[in-house]
């Protein structure tokens, strides 16, 4: 096959350094692969961002030596209009990158350039928003757009003039989780269904693992330190070598001194094989003992010998045992499905224990002590919290407060503790 994108001892060095940046770079990249590059900051990711779109050295100048080919041609000789037709860029920061009054000009910008037709135009324009999701976007103005709109908007607009290299510079940066998850979804429907080459930076390594890829870069000043399936690299030592942060579990998982093999698939936590670790894990969680209590100790709450079946019989939660004393925090981790939202809901009440007690204080806590009075001990913030829509935000917030439920003081007080409550939580 012959590879799209070939650096073959490719060293670059920008004007005004004094040291070049990217140093005997050698890297293949075939036809329809999707490859993560890491590294860390500084290490020069995004200068080979813009030595594969033409960036370098029409806008940033320098001297290279050695060779790059993309898609058959130099970028040096091609130039950024001439790179645009076979590589687009989605940047970190969007903004810069929006030329349109409308989310529709904007994507239709590069077509507008090269003279499409009119008709053509708009069908193109409507097929890219439909693929990325922006159709009902297509009339607002770019600048009131949400990060990840913004993104999906510039991802449009590189899709529509339908080059073969994708280039994401850390696409994650400016999102949340959930809608960077979400992008690193988008990201990885295009590659497939559309037969796209693309290559992500980012250094959110465990969230860029979301969906598959087929290979890590890592760099490392500049060097192409590593080049390998995500299981290998997950299995060896470079990533923390190299300073950049392993996904938890896999540090976890070393932590305890289990000796993480690429044949179990780290790659994801969900699919992987935890088997053989459990042993270890288990040995070095029943060998390390809790830190010292400060203080004196009063257990807040106490799980003891709890079970919980829903209604089907199968056992969800078993034997489940665990004190929190007053003033500690405590973190409850597990894979997706393991109970921890259903142990929640036991202890504020939403749920009852199948066998066990819940103990608040040290008292028993149970039927005979109602939803309203547990919730004087204990509050939840859900996973998934909605709203009540055709209520205020204030209302939203003072929904479960006495002041609300049972009027029983003023509206003026209720705005004026509003107002501080707001300027504590930091909202506006
Ligand atoms: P990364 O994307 O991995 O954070 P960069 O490629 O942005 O790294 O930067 C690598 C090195 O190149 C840094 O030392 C940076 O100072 C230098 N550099 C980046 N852009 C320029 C530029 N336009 N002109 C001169 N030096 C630059
Ligand atoms: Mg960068």
Redesign the pocket.
């Known amino acids: 096959m012959t590879p799209i994108i070939e650096f073959k001892n490719y060293t670059f060095k ?1 004007r ?2 004094s040291e070049p ?1 990217l140093r005997e770079i050698d890297l293949t990249v075939n036809p329809g692969e999707k490859v993560l590059i890491v ?1 860390p ?7 080979l961002v813009h030595c594969i779109n033409g960036m370098v050295p029409f806008s ?1 100048p320098g001297e290279s030596s050695g060779t790059l080919t993309v898609g058959g041609k130099d970028p040096a000789k091609t130039g950024i209009f001439g790179m645009s037709k076979i590589v687009g860029t989605v940047l970190q920061d969007t903004d810069g990158q929006f030329i349109g009054l409308t989310v529709a000009e904007d994507v239709a910008f590069a077509l507008e350039n090269d003279c499409v037709e009119q008709k053509e135009m708009f069908r193109a324009v409507d097929e890219v928003a439909e693929v990325v999701d922006i159709k009902a976007l297509l009339g607002n103005a770019p600048t009131e757009l949400s990060g990840g709109q913004k993104q999906r908007v510039s991802m449009a607009g590189v899709l529509v003039d339908d080059v073969d290299i994708l280039l994401f510079d850390e696409p994650l940066a400016n999102l949340d989780p959930a809608t960077g998850k979400r992008a690193i979804d988008l990201i990885d429907r295009i590659c497939r269904e559309r037969d796209k080459t693309v290559i992500i930076i980012e250094h959110r390594l465990e969230d860029a693992l979301y969906r598959d890829v087929d290979r890590i870069v890592v ?1 490392g000043d500049g060097r192409v330190v590593a080049d390998m399936t995500p299981d290998e690299l997950l299995a060896s030592d470079i990533l923390i070598q190299e300073g950049i942060r392993e996904p938890l579990y896999v540090t976890a998982l070393k932590h305890a001194g289990c000796q993480v093999a690429a044949k179990d698939h780290p790659q994801h936590i969900e699919t992987m094989n935890l088997e053989p670790y459990q042993e270890k894990v288990r040995a070095w969680f029943e060998k390390v003992s809790l830190p010292e209590i400060q203080g004196e100790e009063k257990p807040a709450l106490e799980v003891l010998d709890l079970d919980f079946s829903y209604i089907t019989g199968k056992p969800i939660l078993s034997d489940i045992h665990f004190r929190i004393n007053k003033g500690e925090m405590l973190a409850i981790v597990g894979k997706n499905g393991a109970g921890k939202n259903t142990l929640m809901k036991i202890i504020n009440g939403v749920y009852t224990q199948t066998a066990g007690t819940v103990q608040f204080f040290g008292k028993n806590i149970d039927k005979s002590v109602s939803v309203r009075e547990r919730e004087q001990t204990v509050a939840m913030i859900y996973q998934d919290y909605s709203l009540v829509g055709e209520m205020t935000v204030a209302e939203n917030i003072f929904l479960n407060t006495e002041p609300i439920r049972g009027a029983l003081i003023s509206d003026r007080d209720c705005i004026r503790k509003a107002a501080e409550f707001f300027r504590d939580m930091g909202i506006r």
């Open positions: 920008y005004s350094q940046t590294g900051s500084g290490s020069g990711k995004s200068t940033y760099i």
